[in-house]
């Protein structure tokens, strides 16, 4: 899928906030991803990772958390998440857990969110 | 010295994609232009329907081609003498609304009132990039086999109008369209589902009404 222009967002965003805050190197980054987004976690790492060789981000630890899926109902208002396993993950935004009403929101679960890095930097 | 500094980001790439797409669709509101998203799997007929809109259709219509070689789709709508722009995807699977805002600018919007906008043929990646478009529009057809809606949710999850084309050749290929149709409006309930054959021209009139209503 289109995980080589996340990838290459991502890295852009990270060198860029690297910068602004004078670092010399960076350490961590932290980058959430949604379960309903078309995004293979390790796919991404990988693609980081070969993107990432001689930039400032290079050998950094990438921790990539994944953010689950949570739907509101507009019929009974129920929030949360819903019951069906991994595999189905597509389905839960299908039918409401509760009354099964099919007009649902997707609340969470849609991110490629660049969380925050840890670099070091001069005192 | 060094230290170590914890810097908060919470850049999140798909909000950047959105908040550009609201930028694109405040002037295509601005130029009075309505815009379709034309999505669907590949070689589903998202060209040819466009081509007989242009045709068919009483309206100042321009296209974006976005495809994975761009000359290809754009130089079948360039014979129509009408406004086009051929996107280079590339290795890309999908438009987003940074390359198409780009398009947008260069167009003559002045002289459109209805723009589409082809996508990629791809059921899967175009579904997280909004590009700013008024409606979308999903093409599938048959000959993708009768299980591609209930597989692919998400993507007519979000559309507001639903083509299952190349009817005239479902019975050829074993494929129900009732089925599709109906996963169609299980994924979608407010969904409008219009069974098509552009060879035989069924289908047509409906899909056209409904774009004409949407754009009231
Ligand atoms: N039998 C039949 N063939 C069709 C119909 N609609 C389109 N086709 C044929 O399907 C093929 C693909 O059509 P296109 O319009 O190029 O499809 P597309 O979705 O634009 O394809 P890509 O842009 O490559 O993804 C062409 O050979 C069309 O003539 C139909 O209703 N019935
Ligand atoms: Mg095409
Ligand atoms: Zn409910």
């Known amino acids: 899928m289109h995980e080589l222009s996340m990838a290459d967002a991502i890295v852009k965003t990270v060198l860029d906030a690297a910068e602004k805050n004078q670092a010399e190197e960076i350490l961590e980054v932290t980058i959430e991803i949604g379960k309903l987004t078309m995004l293979n976690p390790e796919q991404l790492r990988f693609l980081l990772e070969v993107l990432t060789e001689d930039t400032l981000l290079e050998g950094a630890d990438i921790i990539i958390e994944e953010i689950p899926v949570k739907i509101k109902c507009n019929n009974c208002d129920y929030t949360g998440s819903t019951n069906l396993d991994d595999s189905d993950h597509y389905l839960m935004i299908v039918k409401c857990p509760e009354c099964d009403e099919r007009n649902l929101e997707v609340i969470t679960g849609q991110e490629c969110n660049v969380k925050n890095i840890r670099i070091e930097k001069p005192e | ?216």
């Open chain 2, 1 to 216: 010295m060094h230290k170590i500094a914890e810097v908060e980001i919470q850049h999140d790439i798909m909000v950047a994609n959105k908040k550009i797409a609201q930028r694109n669709q405040r002037m295509l509101d601005k130029a009075g232009v309505f815009t379709v998203d034309v999505l669907g799997a590949i070689g589903s007929g998202k060209t040819s329907l466009i081509e007989i809109l242009i045709q068919k259709m009483n309206h100042k219509i321009g296209v974006i081609a976005g495809d994975v070689i761009s000359k290809f789709d754009a130089g079948r709508f360039q014979k129509y003498d009408i406004p086009v722009i051929g996107l280079n995807t590339g290795k890309e699977c999908h438009l987003d609304a940074h390359l198409v805002e780009h398009a947008f600018q260069d167009l003559p919007l002045k002289e459109i009132d209805l723009l589409f906008v082809e996508n990629v043929g791809n059921l899967i990646c175009p579904v997280d990039f909004d590009l700013g478009s008024h409606m979308r529009m999903v093409v599938v057809s048959v000959t993708e086999g009768d299980d591609t809606v209930e597989k692919h949710p998400l993507i007519f999850k979000d559309a507001d109008l639903v083509v299952i084309n190349k009817i005239d050749i479902a019975e050829a290929v074993g494929a129900d369209e009732e089925k599709m149709a109906n996963d169609a409006k299980m994924l979608n309930p407010d969904v409008e589902v219009i069974k098509s054959s552009l060879k035989t021209g069924e289908g047509v009139k409906e899909i056209i009404k409904a774009i004409e209503d949407f754009m009231k």
